[in-house]
């Protein structure tokens, strides 16, 4: 573990090293070598990413981040005061705009202490933290630069405060039903019984709305789909030629997530300098790049059981476009 700041109020923790880099290389080998090829979203969000990121929820047509807004705005009052929460840890943390509502229903009802960002980046963890701070009286910020999948064992344990968990934003919809349920799992465990995880989760509605959102007229979406190769060819030296490489987005029904892949214009031959790895690409042929999946509530009430949780409140938008849910232990 690496500490990267540290003031009275702010500690930061990295736990992402060169095992990391080497994270990445390991994923670009897997999947660059299967016969459909496919890599980990978690990979787009360096510096440019997260910025990407952020511009795609100013969207117009990306409805959710502003949609969970409006029901964190109603919600949160009532979800602060039912747990008692004085600690909100938010694992995707991201820009933490959508933490300043808690934070605020927190102060209000004068049980804020303290507030856990982890997150990938490092970058959005640091800014996130050092803001915070100058807008909360006596906020304490402990950030954690690391990989939720690998690293929730290393979220401080609690101050002595019921706290709430949170995970928006939809991102339990970037990992595949299995991986999702073991990650609701890895969750549950780092749960107290008086805390709560938090659940931003975007709901199965029409095909158009959810296509539009994932390919934005100003090809902002796109940009952020191809920035995996850009993070590839800095990270592994590698040569991906990012211009051949179209942007696809498009519901799968069955699964009901939507997918997005990068297209090969044109047969393109790729070395990964650092693996020595020589991948083809043929005109035409995709590399899947994230999937994004919409819920119903019975889904996530069966995932919830699945973890070893259950559903308390469900909190929707009037158009059913995306849900807050939050769950307890047991
Ligand atoms: N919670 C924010 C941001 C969502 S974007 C919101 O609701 O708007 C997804 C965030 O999760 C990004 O900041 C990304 O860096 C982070 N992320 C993605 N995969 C991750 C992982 N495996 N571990 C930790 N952070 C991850
Ligand atoms: C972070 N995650 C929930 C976003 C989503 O909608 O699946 C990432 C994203 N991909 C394209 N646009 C936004």
């Known amino acids: ?112 202490r303290r507030y ?49 968990v949170a995970l928006l934003g939809g991102t339990i919809g970037n990992f595949p039903p299995g991986t999702r349920r073991g990650l609701l799992r890895d969750i549950a465990e780092i749960l107290g019984p008086d805390d709560r995880l938090l659940l931003g989760t975007d709901l199965v509605k029409d095909p158009a709305v959810i296509e539009a959102a994932y390919d934005d007229a100003e090809g902002v979406t796109a940009e952020f789909n191809r920035n995996v190769l850009h993070v590839i060819n800095r990270e592994l030296d590698a040569d991906f030629p990012t211009d051949a490489f179209d942007h696809i987005a498009f519901f799968d029904r069955r699964h009901e997530w939507v997918e997005m892949r990068l297209r090969a214009r044109r047969p393109c031959s790729v070395l990964v300098g650092e693996l020595d790895l020589r991948v083809e690409f043929a005109a035409g042929e995709e590399l899947r790049t994230e999937i994004s999946a919409k819920f119903t509530r019975s889904r996530i009430e069966a995932d919830f059981a699945a973890a070893g949780l259950r559903l308390e409140w469900w909190y929707t938008d009037a158009d059913d476009l995306f849900a807050l849910s939050t769950a307890r232990p047991g």
Not at 132 to 155: A, N, P, S, T
């Open 1 to 112: 573990m690496r500490s990267v700041q540290e003031t009275d109020e702010i500690q930061i923790d990295s736990w992402l090293s060169e095992a990391d880099e080497r994270c990445l290389a390991n994923d670009v080998l897997d999947g660059l070598t299967r016969p459909f090829k496919e890599l980990p979203p978690k990979h787009f969000y360096d510096a440019r990413g997260s910025e990407l990121f952020e511009r795609i929820c100013e969207l117009p047509e990306y409805y959710p981040t502003r949609t969970e807004t409006r029901i964190l705005e109603a919600c949160a009052p009532q979800i602060v005061s039912d747990a008692q929460a004085g600690e909100l840890v938010e694992l995707g943390s991201g820009a933490a705009d959508k933490a300043r509502i808690l934070l605020d229903a927190m102060a209000q009802s004068g049980t804020l």
């Open 116 to 164: 856990v960002p982890l997150d990938v980046s490092q970058q959005v963890v640091e800014d996130a933290a050092r803001q915070l701070v100058d807008e909360y009286e006596d906020l304490l910020v402990h950030g954690v630069i690391g990989d939720f999948q690998r690293h929730l064992d290393r979220v401080p344990p609690s101050l002595d405060t019921p706290r709430i």
